[in-house]
């Protein structure tokens, strides 16, 4: 399977959930908090949601909060991705 990237995820968040005005999603985000970038835990969660169906991962709602930061989801798909190559 192929790797998980950033434009991924920010494909993701502008479809399924949208942006605030005056958020830059083009810009260096990886380690930026999600509240920083307008995304309370409902929309995280739909984030979080949409990754699971269109990457065929499973994270669960207890990983989901420890992902704070467009990097931290990036890293742990791409660990999930990796189990299921194995």
């Known amino acids: 399977m192929s790797e ?3 434009d991924d995820l920010r494909e993701i968040m502008r479809t399924s ?3 605030d005005e005056g958020v830059d999603l083009d810009g260096p985000i990886g380690e930026v908090e999600f509240a920083e970038l307008g995304y309370d835990s409902l929309a995280l969660a739909e984030v ?3 990754v699971n169906r269109r990457f065929r991962v499973s994270i669960s709602d207890d990983e989901a909060l420890e992902l704070t930061t467009p990097g931290s989801v990036v890293r742990s798909v ?3 991705l990796a189990q299921v190559v194995r």
């Open 17 to 19: 959930v949208g942006v």
């Open 4 to 6: 998980f990237t950033l």
């Open 78 to 80: 791409n660990g999930l």
């Open 48 to 50: 979080v949601s949409q």
